[in-house]
């Protein structure tokens, strides 16, 4: 019988791509771009993927190359994308009663992208720190701290801290709290 | 270690607010647009083999 083929796997990790990738650019039709030239990046080079090992880490890897090669050619084309984006989000209406869910979206899409990447490798993806590290091209250390980071900074976007809340006196954060009426309970 | 127990709690919810925006974007299935990728593909590799 002939070796399987890798690429009959692919398939199966696409819905985890686009959850990666919606997570990590906040925009559908972004994520799904994405996503599409990660398929075809992982179809054409399959030979480099050494069988036996984690696919769908080795997928994540092309698809956050493919997400930060894009981010900076848009950066040069497009301002505050990021901002107006944030802004709408802010608004949309609590669903089902998901108050807190909405507010921990609007928190995960104000982190800094290697914040947020972190934390969805790690408390989402089910990956460990020493794969999201190699996968991101970065020390352990550094996964963890950026996963702390993120965790902190949520927190206090949430409103979860209540002892650290008074400690605060950062003006971006503060801002960024009043906008997003976390404050209100 | 400090505030060990209110950082548990804490991650606790965002842990569960993640698997929850997660589940729901897995839960929306594939695009056909990624079946017919995946169909075109195939089939434009067949095309080569078939060729040499």
């Known amino acids: 019988m ?15 791509m686009r959850a990666f990738a919606i997570s990590l650019t906040r925009n559908g039709s972004v994520a799904d771009d994405m996503v599409q030239d990660t398929l075809v990046k992982a179809w054409t080079n399959i030979e480099k993927f050494e069988v036996g090992t984690n696919m769908r880490a ?7 190359n493919t997400y930060y090669s894009s981010r900076r050619k848009a950066k040069r084309e497009v301002a505050d994308v990021d901002g107006i984006f944030t802004e709408s989000l802010a608004e949309k209406p609590a669903h089902d009663g998901h108050l807190q869910m909405n507010d921990f979206r ?5 982190l800094k992208d290697e914040q947020r990447e972190a934390l969805l490798l790690i408390g989402a993806s089910g990956f460990s720190y020493e794969e999201a590290a190699e996968m991101c091209g970065v020390a352990v250390g550094t996964i963890k701290s950026r996963t702390n980071r993120a ?9 979860l801290n209540e002892d650290e809340a008074m400690e605060m006196t950062d003006d971006a954060t503060m801002s960024v709290l009043s906008s997003s009426k976390v404050a209100s309970f | 270690m400090t505030g060990q127990g209110q950082n548990k709690s804490r991650d606790g919810v965002i842990d569960e607010n993640l698997r ?10 594939i695009p056909d647009r990624f079946k017919s990728l995946l169909e075109q593909l195939k089939q434009q590799d067949a095309k ?5």
């Not at chain 1, 080795?58 to 956050?64: C, G, K, N, S």
């Not at chain 1, 609007?106 to 104000?110: F, N």
């Not at chain 1, 965790?151 to 409103?159: F, W």
């Open chain 1, 151 to 159: 965790r902190k900074n949520i927190a206090e976007l949430m409103g």
């Open chain 2, 20 to 29: 929850r925006v997660f589940d729901e974007a897995v839960e929306e299935g």
């Open chain 1, 58 to 64: 080795w997928l994540f890897t092309i698809l956050r």
């Open chain 1, 2 to 16: 002939s070796t399987p083929d890798p690429r009959d796997e692919l398939v199966e990790h696409l819905p985890a």
């Open chain 1, 106 to 110: 609007v928190a995960l899409a104000k």
């Open chain 2, 48 to 52: 080569k083999g078939d060729n040499g």
